[in-house]
């Protein structure tokens, strides 16, 4: 019976997810047409509110096209896989309702982070597109590089907190947010968090310029739909985790959603103000910059833990 409730509480999160999705995207739109002086949606529903469900009704009706040479089941796997993907990985969100809330929560979200990577990648080379194929090089190599700044980041804040549960989080800011302790980390994060989720000024998987649509080139109607969904999922997701693990708050609070929806209005006021960085420039700072900060503060967290012990005794 518990199972039960469980299977359904996750279905209902994934729903909510779903929809956080479709509006986020005319959020982006609305944002982005201010930006530029321009009205954005505004024809579909009142003052373009219903315009996501009318993009996704347009795509999933949309002929199903396939490239003659590609590696046609992998082609046509690797979209559902990445939404898969982005969707199981929001099981680790603190609920206090005890969804699927776990105490190695931490380790969960790398693995689907890790694992996020292949269904690029291949998603890339079962198009048999060299652009698709240079767009999916790019993201493998861009997300590894700030996969390990983003991992030293979260591990400092493990050796603080003590334990793998985002529960720890909420619990230990109760007085003070973890941003106030480390701004240069969450800024390192917020932009390692951008080259993640391949958006812009980090969105060379998908440069335009030289890659047409880069990885996703050779995909269409529902295949690009789902590919879609899985970027905004996981823009949503890197938003409440920069939320659960810089501003505090428990996922059961109004406030959370607010940050929450400020963190994905960053991510679009990043798109609309700044342009594309050169590719040698990304891996440059992810090696030469970020990583050394992440290290150092790394070893600044464990002195510290060292210190308090050493006090306590």
């Known amino acids: 019976m518990l199972i039960l409730v469980e ?33 954005g949606p505004n024809k579909v529903g009142f003052n373009g509110l219903l315009q996501p469900f009318s993009d996704a009704v347009k795509l999933f009706t949309k002929e199903q096209t396939s490239p003659m040479m590609s590696n046609f089941m992998v082609y046509y796997l690797c979209p559902v896989i990445s939404l898969f993907i982005s969707l199981v990985v929001w099981s680790v969100v603190p609920y206090e309702t005890g969804l699927l809330s776990f105490n190695m929560s931490v380790l969960f979200f790398f693995c689907c982070l890790g694992m996020g990577v292949y269904s690029t990648m291949v998603a890339g080379w079962a198009s048999n597109c060299k652009y698709s194929l240079l767009g999916g090089l790019r993201a493998v190599a861009q997300t590894i590089s700030y996969e390990v700044s983003l991992a030293l980041i979260l591990l400092s804040f493990i050796i603080l907190v003590g334990g793998f549960s985002l529960d720890l989080f909420s619990v230990f800011q109760g007085k003070m947010w973890f941003m106030f302790i480390s701004i240069p ?99 440059y700072m992810a090696w030469k910059s970020y990583l050394p900060v992440s290290i150092n503060y790394l070893c600044f967290f464990i002195g510290v833990k060292v210190f308090i012990f050493s006090m306590c005794l």
Do not use: H
């Open 185 to 283: 980390l969450s800024l390192i994060w917020f932009s390692s968090c951008l080259a993640e989720t391949n958006r812009t000024p980090f969105d060379f998987a998908e440069g335009e310029s030289e890659l047409v649509s880069g990885f996703n080139t050779e995909y269409g109607s529902g295949g690009f739909a789902l590919i879609f969904m899985a970027e905004y999922a996981s823009i949503l997701f890197m938003s409440m985790l920069f939320v659960v693990v810089f501003l505090g708050g428990s996922p059961c609070s109004s406030v959370f959603y607010l940050k929450l929806v400020l963190m994905s209005f960053l991510f679009v006021w990043v798109r609309g103000t700044l342009p594309r960085l050169r590719y040698d420039k990304l891996m």
């Open 7 to 39: 299977i359904v509480n996750y279905l209902i999160l994934i729903i909510c997810v779903l929809i956080g999705v479709a509006f986020v995207t005319l959020l982006e739109r609305k944002i982005l047409g201010y930006i530029q002086i321009r009205k």
